[in-house]
């Protein structure tokens, strides 16, 4: 079973300034995983698939990076509404697995 | 629009069934992979179960194994999770998402969720 491992638990930032996310699994899987923003009573949105190919719609400051078993999200300047917990997912070998997230909150 | 609904939540005792519906529309629901998501209260994403286009592979999550059943009726467009023997742990908002692709991958669209409550 490859576990996803995402850190920080929370980032404390202000609007504007750079957030870098990680997430490391616990063995190669190539480029296949995913990024989502979830808020609360919303549905999660896919953000990132295939670690670095932005999902239709998505604004150019959220870029995903890595191969292996070290990816990185980065939001390159945070907008009010990025305040958000982020999921990374790989693509399952027939099973999808999420990490516990990553929660950016204003400081 | 590409839109999925998702039906069929609610409170039960634990030990009993319940099954859920997705209802796809905007989209061909024949050529892709739905999933089904949760997320129990103050916790993160769980994924749960796959089904392919075609219904001809299904996976499930460990802690559902054996007591969840994914199905499709592609005719219908509607995607079912049927869900037994209850425990208070599958307590959750259950999701169904869109796979971007034919197999399992990524989730594109998701609908809005319903509520499951597993309670004596």
């Known amino acids: 079973e490859i576990v996803l491992t995402q850190s920080p638990a929370t980032l404390s930032l202000s609007p504007g300034e750079r957030a870098t996310l990680s997430c490391r699994a616990s063995q190669s899987i190539s480029t296949s995983l995913a990024w989502y923003q979830k808020k609360p009573g919303q549905a999660p949105r896919l953000l990132i698939h295939d670690a670095s190919n932005r999902a239709t719609g998505i604004p150019a400051r959220f870029s995903g990076s890595g191969s292996g078993t070290d990816f990185t999200l980065t939001i390159s300047s945070l907008e009010p509404e990025d305040f958000a917990v982020y999921y990374c997912q790989q693509r399952p070998n027939w099973v999808g697995t999420f990490g516990q997230g990553t929660k950016v909150e204003i400081k | 629009q590409v839109q999925l609904v998702e039906s069929g939540g609610g409170v039960v005792q634990p030990g009993r069934s319940l099954r859920l519906s997705c209802a796809a529309s905007g989209f061909t629901l024949s050529t892709y992979a739905i999933h089904w998501v949760r997320q129990a209260p103050g916790k993160g994403l769980e994924w749960v179960a796959v089904?392919?286009?075609?219904?001809?592979?299904?996976n499930y999550a460990d802690s559902v194994k054996g007591r969840f059943s994914i199905s499709r009726d592609n005719s219908r467009n509607i995607v079912n999770l049927q869900m037994s023997s209850l425990r208070d742990e599958d307590t959750a908002v259950y999701y169904c998402?869109?796979?971007?692709?034919?197999?399992?991958?990524?989730?594109?669209?998701w609908g809005q969720g319903t509520a499951v409550s597993v309670s004596s």
């Open positions: 089904i392919w286009y075609d219904g001809s592979n299904k």
């Open positions: 998402a869109k796979d971007m692709r034919f197999s399992s991958s990524f989730m594109d669209v």
